[in-house]
Each structure stands twice: as C-alpha cells, then as structure tokens.
C-alpha cells in the first residue's frame, strides 16, 4: 500500500448539498488506502463574510473526521476560522506572514506551479508543503503550467518537505503520480463530477496497490 493521500479540493459551489456530499466523501475514504488528509476551501468571488458562512458546515465535518480544514487563498479568513491552515497561491501572501498571523501549527502550503526554484524557496521558508501540477489538463481551473514526473523524483531526492500534485488527477491516471513520489494528490472535479463515493473508491483502489 502507498503512503500517498488523497488531498480534496472543494468545487467552487459548496451551498445546497455539498455538506453531505463531502462527509459522505470522506467517509468512503476512512480507514482505508484512499484516506483524506486534507479538505480545501475553495470559493471565488464572495465576501469573507459569505465564505465564513459557507466554511463552517464543512469545517465542522472535517474536524469531526479529523480531516484538516484547509482555506485557499485567504490568511484573514483561516484566522477568521480557526482553520487548521492556509493554501497560498503565488500572489497570496507570503509564508512568513501566514505563519505570523495562524501560529507556528498552522499548516501553510504553497502552490509552486512547474518551478523547482519556487518550490525550493517555499521549502526555505518554513511552508509545511508544497504544491506542484498542473500533471493533466484540468475542468477546474485555467492552467498555464504543466509540471512533469521527473519534478516529483527530483523533488522526493532533495527535500523532506511533502509534495501535493495537482490537476486534472484521476483514479484512471494517477498510478505514475504515486510512483514518482506524490506525497498527496490533489483530487476536485474527479470526485465532484460525479458520484463522490464511487470516486473515491476508485482511488482506493489504485492507493491500496502500493
């Protein structure tokens, strides 16, 4: 069995039936070779206000599972929520900032595109992962980086730091992503486009390999 986890991100609609769909995802994942490590918040174009509102049903269900609760983007509304830490993008703020303001046990990632030298520089100062992709064409977001496999290798030589890949992952194209050192996969409109348990499942199956 690999020691690779499944890293979800959220669809940007997370109202309606979505608190369900998510304890039912995680849930599938409990106990076996596809468990959650992680739930990211991901929403665009509402006021912090509106994504407290929206956050907390799902934080609630990831903390009662002991799944951490992950905020993309935002360091104000992770503090805001007792988030267990922050995603950052290249233009999110800095590590340093993040830590300042959610603590030295906050978890702070970093998105580091197909760059050996961002990931490097994210490692250096002091995020907890790293985040590299896009690995597959991706429904959820315009991407202007592809990383290669080798990245993951030479990564897993070089740093302790645990590596997240990201974009377009399946259970259908995933295997190689493990192989190559994925300490986490990335998984959004795999799981959300369809039958989330199935999903994940399916992910079981190729995790559970080794």
């Not at 993040?98 to 995020?127: F, N």
Request: net charge negative; with cysteine; charged share 20%.
């Amino acid at each position: 069995m690999s020691n690779c986890q499944l890293y979800l991100i959220s669809p940007l609609d997370v109202s309606g039936q979505f608190p369900e769909r998510l304890a039912r995802a995680l849930d599938a994942g409990m106990g076996g070779p596809a468990q959650i490590a992680a739930f990211q918040f991901r929403v665009k174009d509402v006021d912090e206000h509106e994504a407290a509102r929206l956050a907390q049903p799902l934080q609630a269900i990831c903390a009662s599972r002991e799944v951490a609760f992950i905020i993309n983007d935002s360091i104000s509304l992770a503090k805001r929520l007792g988030a267990d830490g922050v995603h950052l993008g290249q233009g999110d703020g800095d590590v340093a900032d993040a830590r300042a303001e959610l603590g030295r046990d906050a978890q702070i990632g970093v998105t580091c595109h197909a760059s050996r030298d961002l990931g490097l520089e994210a490692g250096e100062a002091g995020a907890d992962y790293v985040a590299f992709g896009a690995f597959f064409p991706t429904q959820t977001k315009v991407t202007e980086h592809r990383a290669e496999l080798e990245l993951l290798n030479w990564w897993q030589k070089l740093m302790e730091v645990p590596c997240v890949a990201i974009g377009g992952i399946t259970p259908d194209n995933c295997r190689p992503l493990i192989e190559a050192g994925a300490d986490f996969l990335a998984a959004s409109h795999a799981v959300w486009g369809g039958d989330e348990v199935a999903a994940i499942k399916a992910f079981a199956q190729v995790l559970g390999k080794g």
